[in-house]
């Protein structure tokens, strides 16, 4: 079956740099998500994005955020100087449409580690 | 601004016993959709149940049920025949952008 892979599994990274986090849909999938998951707390939606362009953003998706999709394939998520509180695992996530059987494909995530 | 409430960071159900999670939110929009998903230990989250908020029948999924009451705000999953697999975070989302803290699940032998 498809899947969404993430990688890397896990980056660490000092604060103050920029940091990309890359994911690869499912092939035929449309709608892209990215989200994220403090340790301990629960998932935040950041940003949806659709036909190469954001759909949707939380608060949390400030100018330090950006997403890309550069080449019909691969979907980033940029975090331009990250900060401590960055720190967190980083889920994407792919679906085929908006339908009611066309439900998100998570991938594993990656956990972003700020210095 | 939507909300989303789980009142029980953690739940242990015995293996083949039923076990209920609750789930409250908050929303002024009359059509919409709820969803519970599981995180197991390997993190990849999993869609369990989806319920669209303008169908009065709850929705199931094999062991997983629902009790949606729209009046109530109320969205709990039920999981009958616990199974030690069952084992893992369930998150309750209000559409996919809202998620709850999610409530840890253990199933004991």
């Known amino acids: 079956e498809p899947e969404v892979t993430q990688t890397p599994s896990h980056q660490v990274t000092q604060m103050g740099q920029e940091v990309i986090l890359r994911c690869v849909p499912i092939s035929n999938h449309l709608y892209f998500y990215w989200y994220r998951q403090i340790l301990g707390q629960k998932v935040e939606f950041l940003v949806s994005?659709?036909?190469?362009?954001?759909?949707?953003k939380s608060e949390i998706f400030d100018d330090q955020f950006s997403v890309e999709r550069p080449d019909g394939s691969n979907f980033t998520l940029k975090i331009r100087s990250t900060k401590l509180e960055d720190s967190a695992m980083y889920f994407c996530?792919?679906?085929?449409?908006?339908?009611?059987?066309?439900?998100?494909?998570f991938g594993d995530g990656t956990r972003l580690s700020i210095l | 601004a939507q909300t989303v409430t789980q009142s029980q960071p953690e739940m242990s159900v015995q293996e083949a016993e039923t076990v209920t999670l609750s789930c409250t939110y908050d929303?002024?929009?009359?059509?919409?959709?709820l969803f519970w998903y599981k995180q197991p230990p390997s993190r990849q989250m999993i869609l369990v149940i989806r319920q669209e908020a303008y169908k009065q029948q709850n929705a199931t999924e094999n062991r997983f049920s629902v009790n949606f009451q729209k009046a109530a705000k109320s969205f709990s999953l039920k999981i009958s025949d616990s199974q030690l697999g069952d084992a893992a975070m369930y998150f309750c989302a209000y559409e996919e952008l809202v998620f709850g803290k999610g409530t840890k699940l253990t199933v004991n032998p």
């Open positions: 994005f659709y036909n190469n362009e954001i759909s949707e």
């Open positions: 929303t002024s929009e009359s059509d919409y959709y």
């Open positions: 996530a792919s679906r085929l449409g908006l339908g009611t059987n066309q439900p998100q494909h």
